[in-house]
């Protein structure tokens, strides 16, 4: 049976500002739909373990599918009360790895090296990385045995820096996703705001924001195929 591992911030303010944050509710919701309807089994972690906090402006635009899982107490209990530490994985068990967004994954995924290896050996394994919107800032603690960024030299797409600015929050992370995948020596693609767009680099697939996150999904899923 197909696996896949889903990580998931802790963080809840924005630093230093007392601004809430945390995941972007839909960027877990609608990638877990669709591996829920292809039968994928899957689990829940982050950088700390335990408790996931939800952006605020994200349970303001919920559909169907984000109050299908808000109100399931089993998926509440363990893909937002319960989440795995990532000592407590084995990366030959995963297919793939997701890193959902939200502001707060801006503060916690560039750290979080427990979870950048993880993510290194389930590629190395010949799995898939994929990441959405403020998620690809996981990517940014991927290296090589060399010390060399992983996304050195790949096509990819993440939270766009006209998308922040549009946002009014440029000035309230502590870098632009876009900027520091460029710096980091990614080929750094992007469509218009808000829209759907997803770039696939072999088994590197990314999405650009919440909007993409059901055609992520999709593409995964076919290219594991």
């Not at 635009?61 to 009360?81: I, Q």
Request: overall charge negative; glycine content about 8%; proline content about 4%.
């Amino acid at each position: 049976m197909t696996k896949a591992v889903i990580v998931l911030t802790n963080v809840e303010k924005y630093d230093p500002l007392d601004r809430a944050t945390g995941l972007w509710l839909s960027e877990l919701t609608h990638f877990y739909d669709v591996l829920v309807e292809n039968g994928v089994e899957t689990d829940f972690v982050s950088p700390n373990g335990g408790y996931i906090p939800l952006d605020p402006p994200s349970l303001l635009s919920m559909d169907a599918t984000d109050w299908k899982y808000y109100t399931d107490s089993e998926f509440r209990k363990n893909a937002l009360a319960n989440t795995h530490k990532p000592s407590e994985l084995n990366a030959k068990d995963y297919d793939f790895i997701y890193y959902a967004g939200g502001h707060g994954t801006v503060w916690d995924f560039p750290k979080s090296e427990e979870i950048a290896e993880l993510a290194r050996q389930i590629y190395d394994n010949g799995g898939i990385i994929s990441a959405v919107c403020h998620g690809v800032a996981g990517l940014l603690a991927l290296k090589d045995d060399k010390g060399t960024s992983f996304v050195a030299g790949k096509q990819l797409t993440g939270f766009s820096n006209a998308e922040e600015e549009a946002n009014g929050t440029t000035k309230e992370v502590p870098f632009l996703a876009e900027d520091a995948l460029k710096a980091a020596g990614a080929l750094y693609q992007s469509s218009t705001p808000f829209s759907d767009f997803v770039v696939a680099d072999g088994r590197l697939i990314t999405g650009q924001n919440p909007q993409s996150v059901r055609s992520l999904a999709q593409k995964v899923l076919e290219t594991l195929d």
